[in-house]
């Protein structure tokens, strides 16, 4: 959790992602110029791809290594010294926090399934009934639903109390 949190207060004041979100939007009013988006304030981060799929004239290089090499270039004629995003950031590089995709699959599906087992104790639940809710990993998670129950289907992780 202290990398995700690092992770997250890197990007925030990482200068470098900063200047290339608004070197793509300025690229993207530029591109878009006299249409409907021209005039963008923003854009979504999904967006960002489309840097990547975008092929210069001669195939070889993207729009994404364009911005990036006109970055690189900025910083060079104003005298700054240029760092690599995976500098700024190296919380958000670290192998703590990649995971598979199948991994975060899981983790997804443990999320929907426990939403879904809340919403039901609390369509079942009366005035000031306590209700528990587990919060485990994946392999505690894969132990306890093969081993038999005696909980009555509650687990006893963690607790939250209903109030009206």
């Known amino acids: 959790m202290q990398d995700h949190t690092a992770a997250v207060k890197e990007m925030k004041e990482c200068r470098t992602f900063k200047e290339l979100l608004a070197a ?8 878009n110029h006299g249409g409907r988006l021209g005039n963008a304030p923003g854009f979504r981060l ?9 092929k210069s004239m001669d195939n070889k290089s993207t729009m994404l290594q364009a911005l990036a090499r006109q970055l690189h270039q900025r910083k060079v ?7 690599l995003l995976s500098e700024e950031v190296p919380h ?3 192998s703590n926090m990649k995971i598979s995709w199948q991994e975060a699959a899981d ?6 399934t426990a939403a879904e087992q ?3 104790q609390l369509e079942n639940a009366g005035e000031g009934v306590m209700l528990r809710i587990m919060v485990s990993k994946p392999q505690q998670q894969q ?9 009555s289907g509650q687990a006893s992780n963690g607790m ?3 109030r009206n």
């Open 24 to 31: 793509t939007l300025a690229l993207g009013n530029f591109v």
């Open 46 to 54: 999904k967006a960002l791809n489309k840097l990547h799929d975008a």
């Open 77 to 83: 004629k104003e005298g700054k010294e240029p760092k």
């Open 92 to 94: 958000v590089m670290s």
């Open 107 to 112: 983790m997804l599906t443990q999320v929907e």
């Open 118 to 120: 809340i919403k039901t």
């Open 143 to 151: 132990q306890q639903r093969s081993a038999p129950s005696s909980d």
């Open 160 to 162: 939250s109390r209903l």
